[in-house]
């Protein structure tokens, strides 16, 4: 099956800092969607990103289709950025949404 | 427009019992899907329904079965609960049967099972 590879598994930043998240995916998708998850277990949608890029206030993100990968920024970190971030893909053949697992994202004050 | 709602938030059942969870999906979705996610991991894909009938399943044993209604609203039910089931269980709707639509979740059941 597809694998969905997310890294770092953790990352602890520094009120202000920025990062990147990375996703690898091992075949061809059709939907591509990154997801915040609260502390209280809802998945907060952030981009449905199948290619190409967006931005959303502090937070982008760019998905290469053709090299497999796609990438989400935060901007100038604050501490409710605090949770993990899941990156979930459909295969090109597939109806199911296929979930990496995830990185957790700690930003102290 | 209302979101994905699930009821109850939290449960906890005894071993060998059986649950039924409930998920109400988004305005204008017809699609809804069920994951189960153990603590430390990523949500797995339990199964799809697409205008009432199921269009895909995840590896998970026949205990674990649903139900669409016609306002698309969905169940969840597991029998024979086995502490393994313990998880937080999670509802998506979207539009369309199709590949390519945005799923939006609901903020999910935690299930308990001693």
């Known amino acids: 099956g597809i694998q969905v590879e997310q890294s770092p598994p953790d990352l602890i930043l520094q009120e202000g800092a920025n990062s990147t998240l990375r996703c690898n995916f091992s075949?061809?998708?059709?939907?591509l969607q990154w997801f915040h998850q609260n502390p209280w277990g809802q998945l907060i949608n952030l981009f449905y990103?199948?290619?190409g890029t967006k931005q959303n206030g502090r937070l982008s993100a760019t998905t290469v289709a053709t090299e497999r990968y796609s990438l989400l920024y935060i901007s100038s970190s604050q501490t409710t950025d605090s949770g993990v971030y899941f990156c979930?893909?459909?295969?090109?053949?597939?109806?199911?949404?296929?979930f990496g697992a995830g990185t957790t994202v700690t930003v102290r004050a | 427009e209302t979101g994905v709602t699930q009821s109850p938030t939290h449960l906890i059942k005894t071993r060998g019992q059986q649950v039924t969870l409930r998920c109400s999906s988004q305005?204008?979705?017809?699609?809804v899907s069920w994951y189960q996610q153990a603590l430390g991991q990523g949500p797995q894909f339990i199964f799809q329904?697409?205008?009432?009938?199921?269009?895909g399943r995840g590896n998970f044993p026949p205990r674990f079965s649903g139900l669409q209604f016609p306002n698309y609203s969905s169940e969840l039910n597991v029998n024979a609960l086995e502490l393994d089931d313990s998880a937080l269980y999670l509802c998506a709707s979207r539009q369309g049967a199709g590949l390519t639509t945005e799923a939006f979740f609901g903020q999910g059941t935690r299930l308990t099972v001693v």
């Open positions: 979930a893909v459909v295969l090109s053949n597939d109806y199911k949404l296929s």
């Open positions: 329904y697409y205008r009432e009938e199921e269009n």
């Open positions: 305005s204008g979705h017809n699609t």
């Open positions: 075949d061809s998708v059709n939907n």
């Open positions: 990103i199948p290619s």
